[in-house]
């Protein structure tokens, strides 16, 4: 037994407390579980190149977001980057503190707040943040010629729909 009961629903209640399909959409199921393992397969791939060339300068994925975002967002404040990336002010603080050392990130004082700083790429990270764009958007470009607009706008829908609500907007 798995711990699983039904609710009124036409759901099962997991051993975890999270709803699971019942055995009426278990075709359903079977669509749904094979999205997630593409996705996970699909991420792993779309990661590679970006996870190799950020292993040369002894970073990870979580340098690469940071890079990212700052990139997308130049004059960002740490606060504004903790909301967007959703972690902890420690994390952040490894993972800043070894860009800002290795002269990557830099932070800058507010003009009209001395007590904001706000964070920016420098030219390394800037170069570093194209080429790790260049080879992930060719991944995509591929994808996308592979499967065609329809797909693509398909694809960018169901992403969107994923994203929680409140940062939807950031994607137009």
């Known amino acids: 037994m798995d711990g699983s009961t039904p609710t009124a629903a036409g759901t099962v209640q997991g051993p975890a407390g999270t709803a699971t399909p019942a055995a009426s959409t278990r075709g359903e199921d079977v669509v749904v579980r094979q999205a997630i393992e ?3 397969f699909a991420y792993r791939d779309f990661t590679t190149d970006a996870d190799t060339l ?3 300068y002894g970073f990870g ?3 690469h977001r940071v ?3 700052i990139g997308r967002e130049p004059g960002m404040t740490v606060g504004e980057l903790l909301a967007i990336l959703k972690i902890t002010k420690q994390s952040l603080a490894r993972v800043l503190g070894q860009l800002m050392d290795g002269g990557f990130v830099v932070q800058r004082i507010c003009p009209g707040d001395r007590r904001r700083r706000r964070l920016y790429l420098t030219p390394e990270a800037e170069a570093l943040a194209r080429t790790l764009t260049e080879c992930q958007a060719a991944r995509i470009a591929q994808a996308w010629s592979a499967t ?3 797909a693509a706008e398909g694809f960018r829908a169901v992403l969107r729909a994923m ?3 409140e ?3 950031r994607f137009g």
């Open 67 to 69: 890079i990212w975002f």
């Open 167 to 169: 940062d939807r907007g």
């Open 38 to 40: 593409l996705l996970f």
């Open 54 to 56: 950020l292993a040369r």
């Open 61 to 63: 994925r979580a340098h």
């Open 163 to 165: 994203v929680n609500p």
């Open 148 to 150: 065609g607009k329809d």
